[in-house]
């Protein structure tokens, strides 16, 4: 099988994404398990960080793709589309 530009790139999406699935199977756990408000909420902020982070790159692989040979949208643009720091 060939390896195409596109099939390298959707293996560290998919990684990222059963990542998040994971920190939200853990926020599930610890508000069963009844922990205390601030830890849940912590672990919530990074989930949102994670999946503007996956928006991020799935926007960087798309525009690179599209734009071949034009001038490449700046990875801080793309965070500030997310409200990211």
Do not use: H
């Not at 756990?29 to 999946?51: F, G, P, Y």
């Not at 799935?58 to 965070?79: P, R, V």
Request: glycine share 4%.
């Amino acid at each position: 099988m060939a390896v195409t530009k596109k099939s390298v790139k959707v293996s560290p999406i998919l990684s990222r994404i059963a990542r998040i699935e994971g920190q939200l199977r853990g926020v599930r756990r610890m508000i069963e398990e009844k922990n205390d408000c601030l830890s849940v909420i912590t672990q919530i902020t990074a989930i949102r960080e994670a999946v503007a982070m996956l928006g991020v790159e799935l926007l960087k692989d798309d525009i690179s793709c599209k734009w071949d040979g034009k001038k490449k949208i700046d990875e801080a643009y793309l965070k500030s589309l997310f409200k990211m720091q």
